[in-house]
């Protein structure tokens, strides 16, 4: 079975990020230890919350050079959730400017609202459209919904490394994608049938 390491840095319900990989065919381990990481074959970086505080609690704990090791010099794949998304950047502008791993060059910032109904934090389900094909959908139609709950976008200085986007506050980047790096602004675990799916599909990279 598939050794999936969920990074445990304070940030985010891991508890149900580690049910959904065991639904997926996985084997979770929620841990923080870096002979865990490196038995792995399989790395998630889930969150909630604020940029600041996940790279403060990343770069506390050493995992920030457990993760570079592991994701970058060894190639692991790697798939970062809501916030373990955005960590992904060069910085974050969520409680003042703070840089972030740099795996994806990029800055994250408020969702602005391109018109008067506009909510913001995001929550809630809405569309992923595919803006090129990826093994992350496979099997999977674009436009499908999927559950959100952020204030805050990926802004890619690359656009091919946008993977998808959604329709919301003049559409925003929902998925990227770097060699063995993916990330995902919602939430696969809550998104029921089709976040299992894109589970199942990272499983299988």
């Known amino acids: 079975m598939k050794k999936v390491v969920i990074t445990d840095y304070g940030m985010g319900n891991l508890d149900s990020v580690a049910r959904a990989v065991q639904e997926c065919g996985g084997d979770p381990l929620i841990s923080h230890k870096a002979e865990d990481f490196e038995e792995a074959h399989y790395i998630i ?18 995992l920030n050079e457990i993760l570079q090791e592991q994701v970058i010099n060894q190639g692991i794949p790697f798939l970062g959730i809501c916030l373990g998304m955005q ?3 060069t910085k974050g502008l969520e409680g003042g400017e703070t840089q972030g791993l740099g795996w994806i060059e ?8 391109d018109t008067p109904d506009i909510r ?18 496979d099997g ?12 805050y976008h990926f802004l890619c200085k690359h656009p091919q490394e946008a993977i998808a986007h959604t329709p919301y506050c003049g559409n925003f980047v ?3 994608n770097k060699d063995n790096i993916f990330g995902v602004q919602f939430h696969p675990e809550k998104s029921q049938r089709l976040g299992f799916q894109v589970l199942k599909n990272f499983l299988s990279l």
Do not use: C, Q
């Open 45 to 62: 970086l889930p969150g909630v919350g604020a940029f600041t505080t996940g790279m403060n609690h990343l770069s506390a704990s050493g």
């Open 87 to 89: 960590i992904l950047a």
């Open 174 to 176: 929902s998925a990227v």
């Open 120 to 137: 913001i934090p995001h929550v809630g389900w809405n569309e992923v459209m595919f803006n090129k094909p990826s093994a992350l959908f």
């Open 106 to 113: 990029g800055e994250v910032k408020r969702l602005e609202p």
């Open 140 to 151: 999977i139609t674009t436009g499908k919904d999927f559950y959100f709950v952020h204030s």
